[in-house]
């Protein structure tokens, strides 16, 4: 009997030192976060731009369309909907319509890596938010709309994620503005070309 109760005060102990040392761990992994300095944004006041090859909305112009249809053959998913008709008075087809469901879309890229007269581009818009699951099937009209900056919305403060800081900023928040990113845009190396 004697050696059962020395058996559970023993085990007790050994748990007891276990769970302190489990205590003690995750209060480092807490110290170690707190020393750090917050990557929290405030986000409808302020929002991160998006890095140089973000793969935000698909942007559609529809006078470039041919109606191959390689989009929707690279699509992993089939998704892109292309609707034309076969017009024997020129021997070409004529888009009617085209439409992609953001809902579905696992934007990889593909239709726009592969378009072959670059009809589609990848934009910086990432709020795709929508309440109805429908509204997310966006049209040739819905995807032909001009993409939206984040840099040009004037009630936003635009953020730089911290691999787009210039050398030795830290903070995004104290960015002065017309700063340069560590990056260039894809832009602005076609202008330097």
């Known amino acids: 009997m004697f050696n059962n109760i020395l058996k559970q005060v023993g085990d007790y102990a050994k748990e007891s030192l276990q769970a302190a040392k489990y205590i003690g761990?995750?209060?480092?992994?807490?110290f170690d976060h707190m020393s750090r300095r917050p990557i929290t944004v405030q986000y409808p006041y302020e929002k991160l731009?998006?890095?140089?090859?973000?793969?935000?909305?698909?942007?559609?112009?529809?006078?470039?369309?041919?109606?191959?249809?390689?989009?929707?053959?690279?699509?992993?998913i089939n998704l892109p909907v292309v609707d034309w008709e076969f017009n024997k008075a020129v021997k070409k087809k004529e888009l009617k319509h085209y439409s992609i469901d953001f809902g579905v879309c696992i934007f990889?890229?593909?239709?726009?890596?592969?378009?072959?007269t670059n009809c589609l581009?990848?934009?910086?818009e990432y709020e795709l938010a929508a309440y109805d699951r429908h509204d997310l099937n966006y049209d040739n009209v819905a995807l032909g709309r001009l993409p939206y900056k984040v840099t040009e919305d004037p009630m936003?403060?635009?953020?730089?994620e911290l691999g787009y800081l210039p050398k030795g900023v830290i903070e995004?928040?104290?960015?002065?503005?017309?700063?340069?990113?560590?990056?260039?845009?894809?832009?602005?190396?076609v202008k330097a070309e």
């Open 25 to 30: 761990q995750g209060l480092a992994v807490t």
């Open 172 to 189: 995004p928040h104290n960015l002065p503005k017309g700063s340069q990113r560590a990056g260039q845009h894809p832009e602005d190396l």
């Open 49 to 76: 731009i998006p890095s140089e090859r973000f793969r935000g909305r698909i942007h559609f112009e529809f006078d470039k369309c041919i109606a191959c249809e390689v989009c929707v053959r690279v699509c992993p």
């Open 121 to 124: 581009s990848m934009t910086e």
């Open 156 to 160: 936003v403060t635009p953020l730089r």
């Open 108 to 116: 990889c890229g593909n239709c726009v890596e592969y378009c072959p």
